[in-house]
């Protein structure tokens, strides 16, 4: 007799032969509560059925997934629980998505600490993670860009969650098609932190992707991770120099994204955030947090911005007084307005081999709270992605 765990139950097999494997079990024992071992043994109609069943549990009209959700604020990743629920059903303007990969932000670990309440109150239990890529595979009626098989890459709606999980619905308006041959871990990371260095570079600092325009001198702060990586390379696609901050260990993985000079963060240089070669910015994107307007203000050109992608306390004063003061040195504070098209712009440059995600790490959903770990460290290289 073959025994085995998994998730929601346990399963006997009596026989010996090919047991189904673990990775379909947690079917099988929400579709079978049942003790199995007290049927007689299969047979390899029974067994290829069970498979069948396994691998569709909507045809058994359970339909059930893996999900990763906690159950209050707090917690970290030890609050992480791997559970069994319902695969959600998208309503008229949404599609559902049988997800490829997923990636993490710290808007996802900072929404669990609270750090972003009364802003952003959640329903317990919650599935985090907004960033999904995948396939359709079914459409709300309403839906007129996609049908089931489509490539997809979308931002799951935040407010109630659901990226952490096999399956998950977004809405029409805030996905973008893939072509099959580009890997949904390459467009994973796209829709919260390329649609935020695409907005500051695009919009907030008027970058004109195609190179026309009046050259600029950018400075990237952070420029290693989820946000800055992009950026860089956004920001080269421009007519821009681009000063690049990172320790030191990412210096030369930053060059080779573009950037013409970069800094390590943690020398004199690197903290006064001077170009080496002299140059005062026209803007900076800053994706590092705790640097006061006083570092900045000396580097800046006589009209240069600040582009603040995690605006505190302080920096929400500076853009006040700044804005009261009519002063020509800006701080602009930015939030993340997520588009369709803008996000289909960024999968597009994906295909073309103008924008490339770097990525960290990849975690299977079973090892989710090793990589919301390691989100929370706040060192990662690029983008942190799961794998159903
Ligand atoms: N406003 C919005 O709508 C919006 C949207 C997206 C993100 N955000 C915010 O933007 C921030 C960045 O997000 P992210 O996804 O890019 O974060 P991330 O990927 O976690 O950033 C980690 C990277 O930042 C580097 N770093 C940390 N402090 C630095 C410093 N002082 N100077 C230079 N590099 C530094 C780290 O390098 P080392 O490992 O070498 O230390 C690491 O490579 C977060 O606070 C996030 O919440 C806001």
């Known amino acids: 007799m073959h025994t085995g765990s998994c998730r929601g139950g346990s399963f006997h097999f009596v026989g010996g032969q090919n047991p189904v494997p673990p990775s379909q079990c947690r079917y099988l024992a929400s579709c079978y509560p049942l003790n199995v071992s007290s049927f007689p043994p299969p047979t390899h109609l029974t067994l290829l059925l069970l498979n069948t069943f396994a691998r569709f549990p909507i045809l058994m ?59 952003f109150p959640l329903k317990f239990p919650y599935i985090p993670c907004s960033d999904v890529a995948g396939e359709v595979v079914e459409v709300g009626q309403g839906v007129k860009k996609f049908k089931p098989g489509d490539k997809v890459v979308g931002l799951v709606n935040p407010f109630y969650g659901g990226g ?158 700044k804005k009261l003061t009519f002063s020509r040195k800006q701080l602009v504070p930015l939030l993340l307005i997520p588009k369709g098209k803008n996000l289909q712009i960024l999968v597009n440059l994906v295909k073309e081999g103008k924008l490339k995600t770097v990525i960290d790490s990849i975690y299977p959903l079973s090892k989710a709270e090793d990589g919301w770990a390691k989100s929370i460290d706040g060192h990662a290289t690029g983008k942190i992605i799961f794998e159903p």
Not at 70 to 79: E, K, L, N, Q, W
Not at 95 to 101: G, H, Q, R, S, T
Request: glycine residues 10%; proline residues 6%.
């Open 164 to 321: 952490l999980a096999e399956f998950a619905v977004v809405k029409e308006s805030t996905a973008a098609s893939r072509a099959p041959e580009i890997p949904a871990s390459q467009c994973a990371g796209l829709p919260v932190a390329a649609q935020t260095a695409f907005q500051a570079v695009t919009q907030s600092i008027g970058i004109k992707l195609n190179g026309s325009g009046e050259r600029k001198n950018i400075l990237i702060t952070a420029a290693s991770g989820g946000v800055g990586h992009y950026a860089v390379q956004l920001a080269k696609l421009g007519n821009t120099h681009v000063t690049a901050t990172c320790g030191a260990r990412n210096i030369e993985l930053v060059k080779s994204l573009g950037a013409d000079e970069v800094i390590d963060y943690k020398t004199p240089l690197g903290a006064a955030l001077k170009s080496p070669s002299g140059k005062k910015y026209d803007a900076v994107i800053h994706c590092a947090t705790g640097i006061p307007w006083g570092t900045f203000e000396p580097n800046l050109s006589s009209n240069g911005k600040v582009v603040d992608i995690t605006p505190g306390t302080s920096a929400m004063m500076t853009f006040a007084l």
């Open 61 to 119: 009209g359970k339909n059930l997934m893996h999900a990763v959700q906690y159950h209050s604020y707090g917690g970290g990743p030890a609050a992480l629980k791997h559970v069994e629920v319902p695969i959600p059903t998208p309503s008229k303007d949404e599609v559902l998505i049988k997800l490829e990969a997923a990636s993490v932000n710290p808007f996802d670990w900072k929404v669990q600490k609270r750090m972003l309440w009364p802003l």
